[in-house]
């Protein structure tokens, strides 16, 4: 089927046409073609990506979009008497907080806005202050902006203060590398549908086995139990509790047989970073301003300001929706932004493309209240 647009979005994106083509098929959870050959098989594949330290870590996966991950992870992984530290500069570490206040799990939370990282000594300030916390969580890559958190920098300052440590990776792993076990990160949440070029229907979590066996009984819900869930799959050989999205799984199998084709995560993080670069260099050509600095800036997804206090955003995207190209809203409270993401089955030329196409739209034309808005 003809793709009349691309997606230039954080996820769901592009996938490749050998991606999809392998959801033709249908699988049966019981079998051993299913469970051993493909759960157990990218169960395995993800550890390797995530670290050389195969041996000291396990994966689970998780049915449903990254939050449910997310979810399973801090409803799972805290217990009663323990104490999650979060630290948020953007939507997806405020989506935490909500999380514990649902499960009832006790938290404090520490924000930073939004077009700010993380501050890492802020950190170790207040958990030398506070030492009834247990458990810290934060955002690697704040997709609400696309800046990256100092991830070196954090995971060392927790570890330093001997905290279980969770990191929401679902929008830069597989895009970016690193260790998780020189970075002696505990818990790691990613998603099907991101760097990993999958389609949406499951998360993961890489998991410290350790860490992991701490959390038996500790589970504020049944279907996001995530020690019932890696139980079930150690026990019986892939075998998910409820039933899983087998096509989603399948293909996930093959984007990361695509991933390695393209040379694997440091590969891929090129490519992405040569997305950008294009993006970046020719919005501000033609007059487009960054949000954010550029040393804050990942590859993933980038956010631009308004060009002008009277811009459009609907009618810009409509414009730019039929000459193929399909960009993402502003999250920020603070200012008028739109994002363009710069991961997924996309390559440079797409855009240069891109920028060519901008160029042709008269922005002075987009404004508020002319009509063309939805
Ligand atoms: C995409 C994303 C999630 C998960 O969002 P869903 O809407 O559940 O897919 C969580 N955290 C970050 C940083 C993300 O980019």
């Not at 998780?62 to 805290?78: A, H, K, P, Y």
């Not at 084709?261 to 050509?285: D, F, T």
Request: aromatic share 10%; charged share 20%; with cysteine.
């Amino acid at each position: 089927m003809e793709q009349p647009y691309i997606l230039l979005t954080p996820g769901p994106l592009m996938t490749s046409e050998t991606v999809k083509k392998t959801m033709l098929r249908d699988w049966c959870t019981w079998d051993d073609d299913y469970n051993i050959n493909i759960v157990q098989d990218i169960r395995a594949r993800l550890v390797s990506l995530a670290t050389k330290q195969t041996s000291d870590y396990t994966s689970v996966l998780l049915q449903g979009s990254g939050t449910f991950s997310v979810e399973g992870t801090l409803i799972s992984t805290i217990p009663a008497n323990g104490k999650l530290l979060i630290l948020s500069n953007g939507a997806y570490g405020d989506r935490m907080q909500q999380i514990a206040e649902y499960a009832n799990i006790p938290h404090d939370k520490i924000t930073w806005i939004e077009s700010e990282t993380v501050s890492p000594s802020k950190v170790d300030d207040y958990l030398s202050c506070h030492t009834d916390i247990t458990h810290v969580s934060f955002v690697h890559c704040e997709t609400t902006t696309g800046i990256l958190n100092p991830l070196q920098e954090i995971c060392s300052v927790v570890k330093k203060h001997n905290k279980c440590l969770i990191v929401d990776a679902i929008s830069s792993f597989g895009g970016i590398p690193y260790d998780i076990g020189e970075l002696k990160i505990d818990f790691l949440i990613g998603s099907s549908n991101k760097c990993l070029q999958g389609v949406p229907g499951f998360g993961f979590i890489l998991v410290r086995k350790e860490a992991l066996l701490q959390c038996k009984g500790n589970a504020r819900s049944l279907s996001l139990d995530i020690f019932a869930q890696w139980d079930t799959m150690e026990k019986q050989s892939g075998k998910w509790r409820f039933t899983s999205p087998t096509h989603v799984v399948r293909a996930f199998k093959q984007a990361l047989d695509e991933l390695d084709e393209e040379g694997g995560i440091s590969e891929r993080h090129r490519r992405y970073q040569e997305n950008h670069k294009i993006l970046m260099e020719g919005m501000q050509a033609i007059g487009f301003e960054p949000l954010l600095d550029t040393f804050l800036q990942s590859p993933i997804i980038s956010s631009f300001l308004y060009p002008t206090p009277s811009f459009s955003f609907n009618s810009f995207y409509k414009e730019l929706k039929e000459k193929g190209f399909v960009i993402y809203p502003g999250k920020i409270s603070e200012k008028e932004t739109f994002r363009i993401g710069t991961i997924g089955e996309v390559y440079p030329d797409d855009f240069k493309r891109l920028i060519a196409a901008i160029a042709t739209i008269d922005v002075s034309k987009n404004l508020k209240g002319n009509g063309s808005q939805k």
